[in-house]
């Protein structure tokens, strides 16, 4: 029971350092551009470039899987595992379609 709690908060726990990270990378590109981050994001949805803006954004995944084994939070970083699996089947999902 307590492993399935602490995997779930691993997995909330990325998918919520993947939307920052999606959102950094958003504002990153939006001040080089001089758009606005909305308007950037309806252009990179519109270019079919919104799957690399999403793998970008993973990169926070990887700092907090580490820092998650480095306090010893297996379970959790086998959230984090999850969250990024789960954001690669969404990266999945915009390229075919």
């Known amino acids: 029971m307590m492993n399935k709690k602490e995997i779930l908060i691993g997995f909330i726990v990325g998918i919520i350092a ?36 999403l793998a970008l954004g993973a990169i926070l995944n990887l700092i907090v899987f580490f820092l998650f084994l480095k306090i010893k939070r297996d379970q959790r970083a086998r959230g984090v595992v999850f969250a990024t699996l789960a954001t690669a089947m969404v990266i999945l999902y915009f390229q075919i379609f």
């Open 18 to 53: 993947n939307a920052l990270g999606t959102i950094l990378a958003l504002a990153f590109f939006s001040f080089s551009s001089g758009l606005s981050i909305p308007e950037t994001f309806e252009a990179s949805m519109q270019q079919g470039r919104i799957g690399s803006i």
